[in-house]
């Protein structure tokens, strides 16, 4: 681990915003995330509040890195990008599909609390229309035989290109995958969720790795990884953890560096965003620019969170610095 800033050089400029959002993304209405400026840039800290301080400590370090070491060389300035649907109803698809003009493939989500199989079955030949080739993204919510007849169901009139975390255990997702070996499983949560994330690849869980920047302690954390999954064969999506335009920055870089990268990119959530804290980089053909992005002071102003919930996050800061001094002091 690189030596750390001072605390009071992190805290020396610190921005918690609030981002509304234009529909209901993995159960929220609006964003909050925590930006630091530090000597290499912007980073942005955002574990989801019900992550514990342990695990949340990995995206305080994703942060320091992009703010204070920066990113590694990159091999390619454009990176292709997934449409993401979130599990909206059939008619609202089009209108989400708009915000990727371009996208060839398109992540849909399904399994969601409240709703059935009819919904997603629905929703997913409503995106068909438009965007033939499509992954399904289940976060862990169905048991294996749930999963089984689902993604039967889902596959029987066009073959997906994967189901990601169908199931949520890595036990589940070595199952599903001997009982279903023509259906490609991706695992997400058994990766970046995991004490140890090559445990899923080592038990055969997987044929696609979804890999994201924070949660996993930055970009080079990312390419470690990465390095070694190749030798199980296993391609990379690197997908976004609903970041805002900062945090979108150090994930288009961390595609950019991978040496192979042969499937689109889930980081094209920024269109989720009513507003952003800077603009987001334009799609084209389906893909977007990479670079380091900076935000606009008067967005920061005009987003900023309450007082109540700017001490709560600075509060929650602290004690993950904590955590990355210990780990470091050990």
Known sequence: MPILPALDDLLAEVHVVTLPM???????????????????????????????????????????????????????????????????????????????????????????????????????????????????????????????????????????????????????????????????????????????????????GLDVAVVKVAPLGGVQALLSLAADLESFGVPLVVSSALDSAVGMSAGLAAAASLPNLELACGLGTGGFFETDVAPTPDFVDGTLAVGRIAPDLLRLRRLAARDDRTRWWIERLRRCYAVLTSDAAT
């Open 22 to 204: 234009r529909v209901r993304f993995r159960g929220i209405t609006h964003r909050e995330v925590v930006l630091l400026h530090g000597p290499a840039g912007w980073g942005e800290f955002a574990p989801f509040p019900e992550y514990d301080d342990d695990e949340s400590a990995a995206w305080l370090h994703s942060a320091i890195e992009a703010a204070w070491t920066g990113f590694p060389e990159q091999v390619r300035t454009r990176v292709a990008v997934n449409a993401t649907v979130p599990a909206v109803a059939p008619s609202q698809v089009s209108s989400v599909l708009a915000r990727f003009p371009g996208a060839r493939t398109a992540k849909v989500k399904v399994a969601e609390k409240g709703q059935s199989l009819v919904d997603d079955v629905r929703r997913v030949a409503a995106v068909r229309e438009y965007i033939p080739n499509v992954r399904i993204d289940a976060n862990g919510g169905w048991t294996v035989e749930e999963a089984v007849r689902a993604l039967c169901v889902l596959s029987a009139d066009a073959p997906l290109e994967y189901a990601e975390q169908p199931c949520a255990s890595v036990e589940e997702l070595v199952e599903v995958r001997r009982r279903l070996p023509e259906v490609r499983i991706a695992a997400d949560e058994s990766i970046r969720r995991a004490d140890d994330p090559l445990r899923v690849a080592r038990m055969g």
